[in-house]
């Protein structure tokens, strides 16, 4: 029997995962319910600031201080933290044109993408079943997508180009998630969100370029507001659960192995559906629920036929938006 919670990792792994998943998930609703009033850029750079604020307040004494925050891969840290800032982006964009479900549904691409990229970058080795449960993956995202027609949009691109960044940051994180903590991989991705939503504000904060009719290009490019009373709420419980998700997601994937954290992270698409059907009264067709749900059996198929292959590979934390 283990002496407290805290000596299991089997029990500590995937209650991170859990926190992590239902913060991201109000963090990915309140965004959307925020799009419609507010440039993104905006949103960005207050969330971070309180989540650094957080970070800095709450995270950085329990973990021993300014200690944590060192490193020697500063360049590493700014890197990706920028794969995570256009992740982000591209990923919040999208949402504020698709309903909730879709946009996370076709976000959760980036597992297989990631398998593609061990492959053409890390020289790593995958089996017929590892296609094999990629190929269903992507015929899940085409059924969302529902590409040629009358359907489709556009922005269902958007959470794709998404993907492909968050598959940089992962190849990246599995390179420099062996000498850095949790912490400060977080520490630095604030910086980096605050250094480049401040700066795309000062560029087209004062809307010249507004005025699309599409939601997710006036998301991008409308003018500064100064947020209304309610909104400061829903502002600061997207800057803590922007915080506390990424901390716990990292903290996840350092004490427990992969293949018991990764399934966790699915449960985002059944509380995308829950939350898009109760806020927003979006209700997803049969296709779209056929494709979601061949992309959750893609992505835990890759979960099994990794941890089988895997097992003697130390694990790396990742960080999502």
């Not at 360049?75 to 992740?87: I, K, T, Y």
């Not at 700066?199 to 003018?223: C, I």
């Not at 659960?241 to 992969?258: D, E, H, K, P, T």
Request: aromatic fraction near 12%; glycine fraction near 10%.
């Amino acid at each position: 029997m283990p002496r407290s919670l805290s000596d299991n990792p089997t029990i500590v792994g995937p209650l991170c995962a859990l926190g992590a998943v239902f913060f991201f998930s109000v963090n990915d609703l309140s965004i959307k319910f925020l799009s419609g009033g507010y440039p993104l850029h905006e949103v960005v750079l207050i969330r971070s600031l309180i989540g650094l604020a957080v970070l800095l307040l709450v995270l950085l004494p329990l973990a021993g201080g300014a200690a944590a925050l060192r490193t020697r891969r500063i360049g590493l840290h700014l890197l990706r933290g920028v794969c995570v800032v256009f992740a982000n982006m591209a990923f919040f964009a999208g949402l504020a044109s698709l309903p909730l479900a879709d946009g996370v549904a076709i976000f959760f691409v980036s597992p297989l993408i990631i398998t593609v990229f061990s492959v053409l970058f890390l020289g790593e080795r995958v089996g017929p079943r590892r296609w094999i449960a990629l190929a269903l993956g992507f015929a899940g995202v085409l059924v969302v997508l529902r590409p040629g027609s009358s359907v489709f949009q556009p922005a269902a691109l958007l959470p794709v180009l998404s993907a492909f960044f968050y598959a940089t940051l992962h190849m990246l994180t599995r390179y420099i998630g062996r000498t850095e903590n949790a912490l400060s991989m977080s520490f630095y991705i604030q910086l980096t969100f605050i250094a480049v939503s401040a700066s795309f504000g000062l560029a087209v904060g004062d809307g010249r370029f507004a005025g699309s009719a599409n939601p997710s290009v006036e998301f991008l490019l409308r003018e500064w507001t100064m947020p209304a009373g309610r909104d400061w709420l829903i502002l600061g419980t997207v800057g803590v659960a922007s915080a506390m998700g990424g901390f716990l997601i990292s903290q996840a994937y350092r004490v427990a192995q992969a293949a018991v954290v990764a399934p966790f992270e699915y449960l985002a698409m059944p509380l995308a559906v829950i939350w898009g059907v109760v806020v927003f009264g979006d209700w997803p067709d049969l296709i779209a629920v056929a494709g979601i749900a061949l992309i959750m059996v893609s992505g835990l198929a890759m979960v099994w036929l990794d941890a089988r292959s895997r097992r003697r590979v130390p694990d790396t934390p990742r960080y999502r938006r």
